[in-house]
T-cell receptor, first 117, second 111 residues
Framework: GAGVSQSPRYKVAKRGQDVALRCDPI?????LFWYQQALGQGPEFLTY????????KSGLPSDRFFAERPEGSVSTLKIQRTQQEDSAVYLC???????????????FGEGSRLTVL | GQQLNQSPQSMFIQEGEDVSMNCTSS?????WLWYKQDPGEGPVLLIA?????ELTSNGRLTAQFGITRKDSFLNISASIPSDVGIYFC???????????FGGGTRVLVKP
């Protein structure tokens, strides 16, 4: 597609529910990133994929968070047993460059806003 | 937590004014980037800086990579209403795998 597409745009979950957020990166982009943005804050890094390989998951806040990109294109961020502190906007970004050539230019989606009640 | 400190946290602009914001860090970095985020959207790259002392323009925007490699500033000249939004500085990690963002400067229109 023309840009990074994320779904759903809005998700309301009851505490304890599992949620899955989808990211469709720009076609052909090698790198894919997930960020978490709390209200009034800057985006915080969660995890990074180069093609299907998850090379960095150091930002995932707990083992309730899991991300995958099985075929090197679409990615899913799954949050199990959601807690209120998980409420945030989850941003996906992609880049045509891999690790070695990363210039910092990322193309972001509009985000998925998760509200946990 | 945020390792990049942005100031001011917010500012009001009047159409036609020049505005300036900056970003500082206690560590040295090789890449500085400035992104803008509009409400309900993801951040969009405005300017990237890769060399200490570098001064780069993009239309009415000008950004500089501080000579100490610990700071950067962004200037907007002759501001217009669509300049409203949140401006984030970001640095690229040494491994090239992630951006770290500052807390943002919120630009609002004077009532």
């Amino acid at each position: 597609g023309a840009g990074v597409s994320q779904s759903p745009r809005y998700k309301v979950a009851k505490r304890g529910q599992d949620v899955a957020l989808r990211c469709d990166p720009i076609s052909g982009h090698v790198s894919l990133f997930w960020y978490q943005q709390a209200l009034g804050q800057g985006p915080e890094f969660l995890t990074y994929f180069q093609n299907e390989a998850q090379l960095d998951k150091s930002g995932l806040p707990s083992d309730r968070f899991f991300a995958e990109r099985p075929e090197g294109s679409v990615s899913t961020l799954k949050i199990q047993r959601t807690q209120q502190e998980d409420s945030a906007v989850y941003l996906c970004a992609s880049s045509s460059r891999g690790l070695a050539g990363n210039t910092g230019e990322l193309f972001f989606g509009e985000g998925s806003r998760l509200t946990v009640l | 937590g945020q390792q990049l400190n942005q100031s001011p946290q917010s500012m009001f602009i009047q159409e036609g004014e020049d505005v300036s914001m900056n970003c500082t860090s206690s560590s040295i970095f090789n890449t500085w980037l400035w992104y803008k985020q509009d409400p309900g959207e993801g951040p969009v790259l405005l300017i990237a800086l890769y060399k200490a002392g570098e001064l780069t323009s993009n239309g009415r925007l000008t950004a500089q990579f501080g000579i100490t490699r610990k700071d950067s500033f962004l200037n907007i000249s002759a501001s217009i209403p669509s300049d409203v939004g949140i401006y984030f500085c970001a640095r690229l990690g040494a491994a090239g795998n992630k951006l770290t963002f500052g807390g943002g400067t919120r630009v609002l229109v004077k009532p």
